[in-house]
């Protein structure tokens, strides 16, 4: 987004694949100066000493935003008031963590039917609101609407992220380099601090190794994929002289993979985020070694797939609340990921602690001459799809047959029943799709009314059949 050239006049960056650009909310004057007055080295200390509180304290400060959230929802958010009523439930009746762990859960499908009108705020007005959607890791996608004051903190928490990553290191003057779909809503915090520089993922990395000489981040923010493939093309000195700090997201990758990843980077930490754009921020691997849960974004509880009960020990479902979004509330939500929570071990940050996650996995693509298209590019591809002609796809599936051969599956008739609107929306993929593979493809096109069941956890949207 952002590259600092003075604190008084700091020039947006943003790298495109193409100059045809996407669409996008733009935040306005009133927004960035409710973030310039929120954001203060007053501000920031608070929020820095949130993973050192005493575990109690942090609990106590959950049930309470909890408290405040399912009021909201029972009075102002249709789909949850009807959930709360069939079981009985009125928010006087929210004492302690035992009731709220027997409220009912809610999931994508129903918030995909509710919306907009049953599930999101009326308070606020749609055009004051910041529209997002769920990356579609599962092959489903929601439209979400998030509310300023969640734009502000997730903002600030993102500072606190790289600082908490970084050991501390992290300050107003280094630079974030983000190789995703599009850019974050803000590019700096004003005056040139703390600034991010936006990467397509659907420039090819050869091509973001040389960008990434050229701006100079210290911070490189991406999806395990995409790192994966940019590595063969960094050379030695942008390894040793610039990048810092790694931090992978959005897929799945091990410790171990990580590992190599930094040795072949020339010991630069390799870092995790568990993230989604339903619950934002989950948790963060730190320099101890540890998955902390960001307890002041998200509440999170490892349940039972079939009572949706909290488990002690062992591998469950994840059901998260988000702590920030008023705008669209979610509340014990199905994540659709597995995790296990680990044992607390010593360590500094009071945040809980994660084992293992499990989900998100998608397949790379190949193009002809053998060189790989990471998974992340692949998904980001069906999301700036989706993001470019202005529709929700409820459901997909994106499969490379052959180096040239593509299929495209979608669930959403509706659309679809449009003729001049469909071809436009599949020649638009397929130019997507010959950026990325340097033309030369053929893509078949399926409607269909649901897709068969899979005995996987989370079924896999982007596949390579060959």
Known sequence: ?????????????????????????????????????????????RLFEEPFLPPEVIERQQFEKIRELVTLAYYKIPVYRKKYQEVGFEPRDLKDWGDYHFLPVITKDELIDAFPNLCVNPD???????????????????????????????????????????????????????????PWWVDSLGNGEYQ????????????????LEEVSPDILSLYPSNLQSLVPYLRESVKRELIKLVVTHSEMSSKEERRIMSNQLGGIPVLDE????ELTRIALECPCGHYHICEDTVRIDVVDPKSFLPIQKGT????????LNRA???????????????????????????????????DAFLRQDGSIVPAGTMLDITYRWMFDI????QEFELAQTSPVEFRITVKEPTFFSDPERREHSFQHLKHLLETVF?????????????????????????????
């Open 390 to 393: 202005g529709v929700n796809i």
């Open 124 to 182: 606020y007005m749609i055009e004051d609101l910041f529209p997002t959607r769920s990356s579609g890791s599962s092959g489903k996608t929601l439209r979400i609407y998030v509310d300023p004051q969640a734009i502000i903190a997730d903002t600030l928490q993102g500072i606190r992220q790289f600082w908490l990553q970084s050991g501390g290191v992290y300050n107003k003057y280094q630079r974030v380099a983000h190789v995703y779909t599009v």
């Open 328 to 362: 669209m509330p979610f509340i014990k939500y199905i994540q659709g990921d597995y995790i296990t929570l680990d044992e607390p071990k010593e360590c500094y940050i009071t945040w809980r602690q994660i084992d293992k996650i499990e989900g998100r996995q998608n």
């Open 196 to 211: 991010s520089i936006f990467i397509s993922s659907l420039i090819k990395p050869e091509e973001i190794a040389k960008i």
């Open 438 to 466: 340097s033309g030369g493809i053929n893509i078949t096109f399926n409607v269909v009314d649901s897709f068969p069941l899979t005995t996987q956890r989370k079924r896999r949207p982007i596949k390579r059949e060959f």
């Open 316 to 323: 469950g479902l994840v059901v998260g609340t988000n702590l």
């Open 274 to 277: 568990y993230s989604s754009e």
């Open 1 to 45: 987004m952002s590259r600092e050239q003075s604190s008084q006049s700091p020039t947006i960056v943003e790298y495109w694949e193409t100059e045809r650009l996407p669409s996008m909310h733009k935040t306005s004057l009133e927004f960035r100066n409710a973030l310039a007055l929120s954001y203060n080295s007053e501000t920031l200390q």
